[in-house]
T-cell receptor, first 115, second 111 residues
Framework: GAGVSQSPRYKVAKRGQDVALRCDPI?????LFWYQQALGQGPEFLTY????????KSGLPSDRFFAERPEGSVSTLKIQRTQQEDSAVYLC?????????????FGEGSWLTVV | EDQVTQSPEALRLQEGESSSLNCSYT??????LFWYRQDPGKGPEFLFT???AGEEKEKERLKATLTKKESFLHITAPKPEDSATYLC????????????FGKGTHLIIQP
């Protein structure tokens, strides 16, 4: 597609519910990132994939957060047993290949509210 | 640990009133400094990447510069459509593969 596509755009979850957020990166992009952005803050790095390999998950806040990219294209971020502090915008980004010499393009985000 | 501090947090300018936004950083081996624009309800939109001190890049009314400790985003004769939050981020050799972002500067240009 023309840009990074994320779904759902908006999700309201009851505390304790599991949620799954989907990301379709730009076609042909090898690198895929997930970020979390709380209200009034900058995005914070969660995890990084190169193709299907999850090379860095140092930013995942707890073992309730899990990400996968099984075929090296679409990625899913799953949050189990959601808590109120999980309320944030979850941004997906992709770049043609790893490293910082290539532009990283962001999607519009999935807005998660936990009530 | 990489750190990025942006100032001011918010800035209100009159149309045509030029100014600069600041991004101070501490990293273990800078591999790139990035500027993004973010509109309400949207994802960050890429503006510039700077790689070494002394480097400058321009795009329309925006010009980004880089020193060893900070970067400036200069806005010349801004228009109301330049109103947005401007985010600064760094990529480093410190280990993580992602960018470290500042909190952003919320810029409002009044007609």
């Amino acid at each position: 597609g023309a840009g990074v596509s994320q779904s759902p755009r908006y999700k309201v979850a009851k505390r304790g519910q599991d949620v799954a957020l989907r990301c379709d990166p730009i076609s042909g992009h090898v690198s895929l990132f997930w970020y979390q952005q709380a209200l009034g803050q900058g995005p914070e790095f969660l995890t990084y994939f190169q193709n299907e390999a999850q090379l860095d998950k140092s930013g995942l806040p707890s073992d309730r957060f899990f990400a996968e990219r099984p075929e090296g294209s679409v990625s899913t971020l799953k949050i189990q047993r959601t808590q109120q502090e999980d309320s944030a915008v979850y941004l997906c980004a992709s770049s043609i290949i790893g490293g910082f010499r290539n532009t990283i393009y962001f999607g519009e985000g999935s807005w998660l509210t936990v009530v | 640990e990489d750190q990025v501090t942006q100032s001011p947090e918010a800035l209100r300018l009159q149309e045509g009133e030029s100014s600069s936004l600041n991004c101070s950083y501490t990293v273990s081996g800078l591999r790139g400094l990035f500027w993004y624009r973010q509109d309400p309800g949207k994802g960050p939109e890429f503006l510039f990447t700077l790689y070494s001190a002394g480097e400058e890049k321009e795009k329309e009314r925006l010009k980004a510069t880089l020193t060893k400790k900070e970067s400036f985003l200069h806005i010349t004769a801004p228009k109301p459509e330049d109103s947005a939050t401007y985010l600064c981020a760094v990529g480093s050799g410190g280990g993580a593969d992602g960018l470290t972002f500042g909190k952003g500067t919320h810029l409002i240009i009044q007609p």
